[in-house]
């Protein structure tokens, strides 16, 4: 079975920068991707669009193709979107199959924030995207935590579970949802930062417009 690979962020809005590194994830691990929205991010201000919104935009983006899927479970559970308590989920149902939890460079520096963060590890391998701009320095606990679990995308992490860091170097895209929703305020239409499918359905992007 392939590995499931995860990929886990506010989607506010879902921009071709995520689509394009979840896109080669898959390529480069061989894997199946689902895309994640988070309900309530302990880390972070709260979303501009609300969950149905960023939902119905990551569906419209999807469509037309069936190697990155959608899974809403976080937005499904009550109370904040910890990563720890998804990934016990999904080892729960999975069993042994490998797990990598996708995450861009800059949110990876930051990992010993999040909840139970070094726990990850036994639950999923970690996949880290590069992303321009965002030279991040880890600090020295992530540090040390993952030297020795460190390995390239052609390694042979796939015979474990869960565990190693793997580096994966996508195609370099400066795109950020804060800038997106940037233009937008300010009236501009930052037509292909983002899918087609989002400027095509009206009102998907009214969320972010001045005039809302
Ligand atoms: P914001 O600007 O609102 O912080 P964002 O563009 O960083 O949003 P998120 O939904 O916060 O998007 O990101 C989800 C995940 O996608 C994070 O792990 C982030 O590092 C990664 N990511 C987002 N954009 C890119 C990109 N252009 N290249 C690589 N990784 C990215």
């Given at each position: 079975m392939k590995p499931l690979a995860i990929f886990g962020g506010t989607?506010?809005?879902?921009?071709l920068g995520h689509l394009s590194v979840a896109w080669e994830a898959s390529e480069l691990l061989d894997a199946e991707v689902r895309l994640m929205p988070a309900?309530?991010?302990?880390?972070?201000?709260?979303?501009?669009?609300s969950a149905p919104q960023r939902v119905a935009m990551l569906r419209a983006a999807l469509q037309g193709q069936s190697r990155l899927a959608l899974d809403t479970r976080e937005l499904e559970r009550a109370g904040p979107s910890y990563t720890i308590d998804t990934l016990i989920e999904l080892r729960a149902e999975q069993g042994g199959r490998p797990l990598v939890l996708l995450i861009g460079a800059d949110a990876f520096a930051g990992l010993?924030?999040?909840?139970?963060?070094?726990?990850l590890f036994d639950l999923a391998h970690v996949g880290v995207l590069s992303r321009p701009g965002m030279d991040a320095v880890l600090p020295d606990e992530l540090q040390r935590e993952i030297s020795g679990r460190r390995v390239g995308?052609?390694?042979?992490?796939?015979?474990?579970s869960a565990g190693k860091v793997i580096e994966l170097a996508v195609t370099p895209l400066e795109i950020s949802a804060t800038r997106i929703r940037e233009l937008l305020a300010s009236g501009r239409e930052p037509r292909y930062l983002l899918p087609a499918g989002l400027f095509d359905t009206?009102?998907?992007l009214s969320p972010y417009r001045a005039s809302r």
């Open positions: 989607f506010d809005p879902v921009h309900s309530v991010p302990p880390h972070r201000p709260p979303p501009t669009a010993p924030g999040w909840h139970r963060w070094r726990e995308e052609a390694a042979a992490w796939r015979h474990a009206a009102g998907l």
